[in-house]
């Protein structure tokens, strides 16, 4: 399909037919000045559209072009890439929301590609610019009181616990749980949950937190059950984490107690600080289980469930990591559909069975041997190309993207808010905007900015583009490399750190330190170091100790430089007359042969009287003077050189 064009127009403001025009168009003082107001209006209202604080305008003899932004975006809505035929090739639909604006015939002409902006949108905007060219830029910024349209959530019922209830009355014997090998009925989730939930009675009260310290496994979603069974909310712990971060979670959520299993009694203790620790039983028995009551689950647990036609004999089979929000809501919404919650174990396929509903990574989803009626995928974490892969293995199925955070864990399917949730857009200073912004969602009371960005299509739909913070997700978590840089900053032997996304590592990350003068510390020895603060998942791939973090004019990180100091030319052997003579002086001070140009001398074992006898030498070699502090910023056998043939040159050598 091509790219479809339409025109508005409105009247200009200012002069009489034609007149406009020909101010537009003959290059003289008048004319500058009145193209300049209609540029400078069109600014000021796209600012207040689009979000974008520094909107291009391109001022021309006939017309203004503006680009409302630099993103480029893959559209996926309906589990269907769509494609537009450009130049006679198929290729997935993108853009940058080009808008031309121009005056013909003392007309106001907005041209604008109905793909990206809707005609109300385009309408919009024309209107609001001939506002601000009638009242000029700076009066009293009148673009900022002309309202963007309000947006109500379509109304959801609230979704009570009981009717989990009703499915154990009915027939308690059917599936529930299942992982692995291992499966708990209706009945036996039920049992546990109302047991737990009587010994929580007494630290709990509505709305208290307690947090959650089980095995991987079964236990996750019944402990979580039961917290939520006695009216708290369940803050749960990642057991692979060490006890600093998890103590954190532990103060910062200002939790009442710790539930957790008999095997992690111990630790509890410990992460608690004096704090009541609760042991859960979560043996199913055959018990009579008490009744919930009157306890309503979130908005997003029945957002979840809707329009995916969850009923009984249906199985929803998840890879979202146990203890997530998006697992609990998921877990919920399952079971009080009274359908089967298959919770699937890293790089594990199901023995046998259709699934109503798979959730797992795109990569995952591609290796699947089993029908599947419904996939979602995380569009944090998917692309064009994850879809369009899934379609080719799974054609029959319905693909939806789903988007939420830990606050609201469903807020958006294909783009659009679910039910009972708003989301709007707002630029840096939190103001309305129309097309691109951040996104800020609004449910039940609550308002959350996400704090990634996003364009809103022509059809309402949002697509992700980034994020206002460096914020990462890996494995399904979120790493904030802000926190990486503090830990690496405790170090007593560093004084700078940064780190920087690098797709090739795993996990994708990797860290540059800046040692505090004269020290001397091990790159293996700050990932040790790293890995006593840190979980796993998110300890850098490598840590390199760099001289200096190198910044631009911008006061940025120069990331091209940074990497840079790093680089090993071929396989790290001199190749260079001055690098193959510090070479020796290191071999003959150092006793060993296997040298390399970017090894420190110091962490090869140096010592400081080597290190000045060998700045002796190579002045003794190459008749130059080496600055012992400039030796120490960088003691490697190629920075080294580097500084012998930067001396020879000033000395005329």
């Known amino acids: 399909m091509p790219h479809e064009r339409r025109h508005l127009f409105a009247d200009f403001p200012g002069g009489g037919a034609g007149s406009a025009v020909a101010r537009l168009i003959h290059p003289d003082p008048v004319a500058r000045s009145e193209s300049g107001s209609v540029a400078a209006a069109v600014g000021v209202v796209l600012a207040r559209h689009t979000g974008e604080q520094a909107v291009e305008v391109t001022q021309g003899r006939h017309r203004i072009d503006v680009v409302?932004?630099?993103?480029?975006?893959?559209?996926?809505?309906?589990?269907?890439?769509?494609?537009?035929?450009?130049?006679?090739?198929?290729?997935?639909?993108?853009?940058?929301?080009?808008?031309?604006?121009?005056?013909?015939?003392?007309?106001?002409?907005?041209?604008?590609?109905?793909?990206?902006?809707?005609?109300?949108t385009a309408e919009r905007f024309l209107r609001h610019v001939s506002v601000v060219l009638a009242e000029g830029p700076g009066a009293q910024d009148p673009a900022r009181r002309i309202p963007l349209p309000t947006r109500v959530p379509a109304a959801v019922p609230a979704e009570p616990v009981d009717a989990l209830w009703g499915t154990v009355l009915a027939d308690p014997e059917r599936p529930a749980l299942v992982h692995g090998e291992d499966a708990l009925s209706y009945q036996a989730v039920v049992s546990v949950a109302s047991r737990g939930a009587a010994a929580l009675q007494s630290f709990g009260g509505t709305g208290k937190r307690v947090a959650v310290l089980v095995e991987p496994g079964l236990p996750a979603p019944l402990s979580a059950l039961a917290v939520l069974w006695a009216r708290c909310a369940p803050v749960p712990l990642d057991g692979d984490q060490p006890d600093g971060p998890l103590m954190r979670v532990v103060d910062d959520a200002d939790v009442v107690a710790i539930a957790c299993s008999a095997s992690l009694r111990a630790r509890a203790e410990k992460l608690a600080k004096g704090r009541a620790v609760l042991q859960l039983d979560l043996t199913p028995s055959a018990e009579p289980a008490a009744a919930p009551s009157g306890l309503d689950l979130p908005v997003h647990v029945s957002a979840f469930a809707g329009g995916l036609a969850l009923g009984p004999g249906d199985v929803v089979a998840s890879a979202v990591r146990p203890g997530s929000p998006a697992f609990l809501a998921e877990f919920l919404a399952v079971l009080a559909r009274g359908a089967t919650f298959e919770m699937l174990r890293p790089g594990k396929q199901r023995?046998?069975?259709?699934?109503?509903?798979?959730?797992?990574?795109?990569?995952?989803?591609?290796?699947?041997?089993?029908?599947?009626?419904?996939?979602?995928?995380?569009?944090?974490?998917?692309?064009?190309?994850?879809?369009?892969?899934?379609?080719?293995?799974?054609?029959?199925?319905?693909?939806?993207?789903?988007?939420?955070?830990?606050?609201?864990?469903?807020?958006?399917?294909?783009?659009?808010?679910?039910?009972?949730?708003?989301?709007?857009?707002?630029?840096?200073?939190?103001?309305?905007?129309?097309?691109?912004?951040?996104?800020?969602?609004?449910?039940?009371?609550?308002?959350?900015?996400?704090?990634?960005?996003?364009?809103?299509?022509?059809?309402?739909?949002?697509?992700?583009?980034?994020?206002?913070?460096?914020?990462?997700?890996?494995?399904?978590?979120?790493?904030?490399?802000?926190?990486?840089?503090?830990?690496?900053?405790?170090?007593?032997?560093?004084?700078?750190?940064?780190?920087?996304?690098?797709?090739?590592?795993?996990?994708?990350?990797?860290?540059?330190?800046?040692?505090t003068f004269a020290a001397a510390v091990e790159e293996a020895q700050l990932a040790q170091y790293l890995r006593r603060q840190l979980p796993e998942w998110s300890v850098p791939a490598r840590v390199h100790v760099v001289p200096a973090i190198p910044v631009g004019s911008d006061g940025e990180v120069d990331f091209e430089r940074l990497s840079a100091l790093v680089e090993v030319t071929g396989d790290g052997q001199p190749t260079t007359d001055e690098e193959r003579a510090i070479a020796e002086i290191w071999a003959k001070l150092l006793r060993r042969d296997d040298l390399r140009t970017d090894q420190h001398f110091v962490r090869l074992g140096g010592d400081s009287l080597q290190l000045v006898r060998m700045i002796a030498l190579v002045r003794e070699r190459f008749g130059t003077r080496l600055d012992l502090l400039e030796v120490l910023r960088e003691p490697t056998i190629h920075a080294i050189a580097g500084l012998v043939t930067r001396e020879s040159t000033v000395e005329g050598r």
Request: charged share 25%; with cysteine; net charge negative.
């Open 68 to 120: 409302v932004g630099e993103a480029t975006f893959d559209e996926i809505r309906a589990g269907v890439v769509r494609q537009r035929e450009d130049s006679g090739d198929a290729v997935a639909v993108s853009g940058t929301g080009v808008l031309s604006v121009s005056v013909e015939d003392g007309k106001l002409v907005v041209t604008y590609d109905s793909n990206t902006f809707s005609a109300d």
């Open 351 to 515: 023995s046998s069975g259709s699934v109503a509903v798979l959730h797992a990574p795109a990569e995952e989803v591609v290796d699947w041997a089993e029908p599947v009626r419904t996939v979602l995928l995380d569009a944090e974490s998917t692309s064009a190309e994850d879809v369009r892969a899934v379609l080719a293995k799974l054609p029959n199925a319905e693909v939806v993207v789903q988007y939420g955070t830990a606050e609201c864990p469903v807020a958006l399917r294909q783009g659009l808010p679910v039910a009972g949730v708003i989301a709007e857009l707002v630029d840096a200073d939190g103001e309305p905007a129309e097309v691109y912004g951040e996104i800020v969602l609004s449910w039940a009371g609550d308002r959350v900015r996400t704090g990634d960005l996003a364009w809103r299509r022509a059809d309402g739909a949002l697509v992700l583009v980034g994020r206002t913070d460096r914020r990462m997700t890996i494995d399904g978590r979120h790493v904030q490399p802000e926190e990486i840089e503090a830990q690496l900053r405790s170090h007593p032997s560093v004084s700078k750190a940064v780190v920087v996304p690098d797709p090739q590592a795993s996990p994708p990350l990797v860290a540059y330190a800046v040692a």
